[in-house]
Every structure is written in structure tokens, then in C-alpha cells.
């Protein structure tokens, strides 16, 4: 069925490093695919989002990457800072306006 | 603050109560989805509204639950008696209808609902 998940459910990472989490969905149809951030206790956050026409699309410290060919999403974080830390989810749209999320990845940011 | 706003944050009942969560989207969003989470896991798709036609209802979504959107702008999710695989965090979010320059939902910050 389609399913969206990741690849490392904990990541660790020195501050001041890059960090790039990895994302597998299976529904070739999708045609749009967002990263959240959900802190504990809090609702998820919107990171960034990339179409499906796209491959790479830059907001502030963060990239968001697609690969159509294998179905592959990643989100890398530039000089990765504490606030960071957090749980990140991504999804993807099949249809209007269903999302599919994957089961998150743990980034903790090591001082 | 104009984002998605969810009350209670906490609901504590114990097994057989009814529950009610609201969510107030922001205000010029027409879409509104509600969505529920447990521990580890991403959110899954439980319903959502366009205005105030409720357009889809997940198979997660028993007939012990129902959602209302009555004037096309707050929601409702009720939980009628409630069981401990109840407990979870039910999110809101919302969006502007398809057409829009964005597809974008935006989450409230949940209820975090605990069944004894």
C-alpha cells in the first residue's frame, strides 16, 4: 500500500554540522511532499515543502531534495544548532489533500 | 496569533466518558483536517472539511467518533465511550482550499487525550 518512511529512526550530530535526514515514499503518483518539525508536546511544524516538477528547493539553512526515479526525499540542515533538536516527519499529498507520514526520525544535536 | 488553535491541551477521562476537542483553523483557511497521533509514530489521517461539508472519514475514524463543522469555521471531534486505545494526541490543522499557491497544513499544538 502507500506508505511514507524513513530510513534512521535517531540521528545524532555534532552542533555547527550538517544534518541530512532521509525520507522513501511509494506512491509515484504523490505530487507534493512537505518536512515538519514536531517539538515534544507540540503540534508538527512546517519546515518546507517541494512539487513534484521540482528537485531541490532551498529555504533558510534548509534543503529540501527529491529524487523521482527511486522515490527518495531528504531534508539537510546546515550548521545544525540545539533548537533543532526535535522529532522530523515527512510527508506526502496523494490526491487534493491527504497527507501520508512516515513514522519520524530523532535528530539529536550533540554540544 | 492567527495560527491553528486547539482546546483542551490535556483531557484526562476515564473509560466509557464522552470527550469533545475543539479546533479554531485560521481564519481564512476553508480546509480542515483532524488527525491523530500516538507516541512514535506520525499522524494519520482521521477526516476533514471543506467549509462545512465534511468531505472524507478515515476507516480509523469507529462510529464511536464524530466531527462537526457546523458554520464552515470551528470543529468538533467527539469521542463517544472512550477506550483506552483512545488515548493519543488528536491534531487539527488547516489549509487554504485546492487552487490556492499552497497546499500547506498547518497543525495546531493537539490535544493530548489519556483513557484510564
Given at each position: 500500500g502507500e506508505s511514507v518512511g524513513l530510513h534512521l529512526p535517531t540521528l545524532s550530530v555534532q552542533e555547527g554540522d550538517n544534518s541530512i535526514i532521509n525520507c522513501a515514499y511509494?506512491?509515484?503518483?504523490?505530487?507534493y511532499f512537505i518536512w515538519y518539525k514536531q517539538e515534544s508536546g507540540k503540534g508538527p511544524q512546517f519546515i518546507i515543502d517541494i512539487r513534484s516538477n521540482m528537485d531541490k528547493r532551498q529555504g533558510q539553512r534548509v534543503t529540501v531534495l527529491l529524487n523521482k526515479t527511486v522515490k527518495h526525499l531528504s531534508l539537510q540542515i546546515a550548521a545544525?544548532?540545539?533548537?533543532?533538536s526535535a522529532v522530523y516527519f515527512c510527508a506526502e499529498m496523494t490526491g487534493t489533500y491527504k497527507y501520508i507520514f512516515g513514522t519520524g526520525t530523532r535528530l539529536k544535536v550533540l554540544a | 496569533d492567527t495560527g491553528v488553535s486547539q482546546n483542551p491541551r490535556h483531557k484526562i477521562t476515564k473509560r466509557g466518558q464522552n470527550v469533545t476537542f475543539r479546533c479554531d483553523p485560521i481564519?481564512?483557511?476553508n480546509r480542515l483536517y483532524w488527525y491523530r497521533q500516538t507516541l512514535g509514530q506520525g499522524p494519520e489521517f482521521l477526516t476533514y472539511f471543506q467549509n462545512e461539508a465534511q468531505l472524507e472519514k478515515s476507516r480509523?475514524?469507529?462510529?464511536?467518533f464524530s466531527a462537526e463543522r457546523p458554520k464552515g469555521s470551528f470543529s468538533t471531534l467527539e469521542i463517544q465511550?472512550?477506550?483506552?486505545?483512545?488515548?493519543a494526541m488528536y491534531l487539527c490543522a488547516s489549509s487554504l482550499k485546492a487552487g490556492e499557491p499552497t497546499d500547506t497544513q498547518y497543525f495546531g499544538p493537539g490535544t493530548r487525550l489519556t483513557v484510564l
Amino acid at each position: 500500500g502507500e506508505s511514507v518512511g524513513l530510513h534512521l529512526p535517531t540521528l545524532s550530530v555534532q552542533e555547527g554540522d550538517n544534518s541530512i535526514i532521509n525520507c522513501a515514499y511509494s506512491n509515484s503518483a504523490s505530487d507534493y511532499f512537505i518536512w515538519y518539525k514536531q517539538e515534544s508536546g507540540k503540534g508538527p511544524q512546517f519546515i518546507i515543502d517541494i512539487r513534484s516538477n521540482m528537485d531541490k528547493r532551498q529555504g533558510q539553512r534548509v534543503t529540501v531534495l527529491l529524487n523521482k526515479t527511486v522515490k527518495h526525499l531528504s531534508l539537510q540542515i546546515a550548521a545544525t544548532q540545539p533548537g533543532d533538536s526535535a522529532v522530523y516527519f515527512c510527508a506526502e499529498m496523494t490526491g487534493t489533500y491527504k497527507y501520508i507520514f512516515g513514522t519520524g526520525t530523532r535528530l539529536k544535536v550533540l554540544a | 496569533d492567527t495560527g491553528v488553535s486547539q482546546n483542551p491541551r490535556h483531557k484526562i477521562t476515564k473509560r466509557g466518558q464522552n470527550v469533545t476537542f475543539r479546533c479554531d483553523p485560521i481564519s481564512e483557511h476553508n480546509r480542515l483536517y483532524w488527525y491523530r497521533q500516538t507516541l512514535g509514530q506520525g499522524p494519520e489521517f482521521l477526516t476533514y472539511f471543506q467549509n462545512e461539508a465534511q468531505l472524507e472519514k478515515s476507516r480509523l475514524l469507529s462510529d464511536r467518533f464524530s466531527a462537526e463543522r457546523p458554520k464552515g469555521s470551528f470543529s468538533t471531534l467527539e469521542i463517544q465511550r472512550t477506550e483506552q486505545g483512545d488515548s493519543a494526541m488528536y491534531l487539527c490543522a488547516s489549509s487554504l482550499k485546492a487552487g490556492e499557491p499552497t497546499d500547506t497544513q498547518y497543525f495546531g499544538p493537539g490535544t493530548r487525550l489519556t483513557v484510564l
